[in-house]
Nanobody, 115 residues
Framework: QVQLVESGGGLVQAGGSLRLSCAASRSIFSMNDMGWYRQAPGKQRELVAV???????NYGDSVKGRFTISRENAKNTVLLQMNNLKPEDTAVYYC?????????WGQGTQVTVSS
């Protein structure tokens, strides 16, 4: 079992920045990968960014060049730095982790970007 706890969401103006954190209940060295997904009202959940155990990263097209995912292994934490935020980034952001064949989700954190 893995518990994931997100933090760092909030309200920000367009062009601003936020940093999301996802704290895992166990060592993230053991995770196949960890990532962030988001879901806006009336839309499907979509990939924002993912980082593998080897450090490779992948980003959704809409956030490339603006968001950066990273790991703080000593703190069992994955970060998402979000810059130049746009109103269309407004969504609930969920942390995700894969351990073996099992997938785990956090409870989500709301990000609201005002125009």
């Amino acid at each position: 079992q893995v518990q994931l706890v997100e933090s760092g969401g909030g309200l920000v103006q367009a062009g601003g920045s936020l940093r999301l954190s996802c704290a895992a209940s166990r060592s993230i060295f053991s995770m196949n990968d960890m990532g962030w997904y988001r879901q806006a009202p009336g839309k499907q959940r979509e990939l924002v960014a993912v980082i593998t155990s080897g450090g490779s990263t992948n980003y959704g097209d809409s956030v490339k060049g603006r968001f950066t995912i990273s790991r703080e292994n000593a703190k069992n934490t994955v970060l998402l730095q979000m810059n130049n935020l746009k109103p269309e980034d407004t969504a609930v952001y969920y942390c995700n982790a894969h351990l073996g064949y099992a997938g785990y989700w956090g409870q989500g954190t709301q990000v609201t970007v005002s125009s």
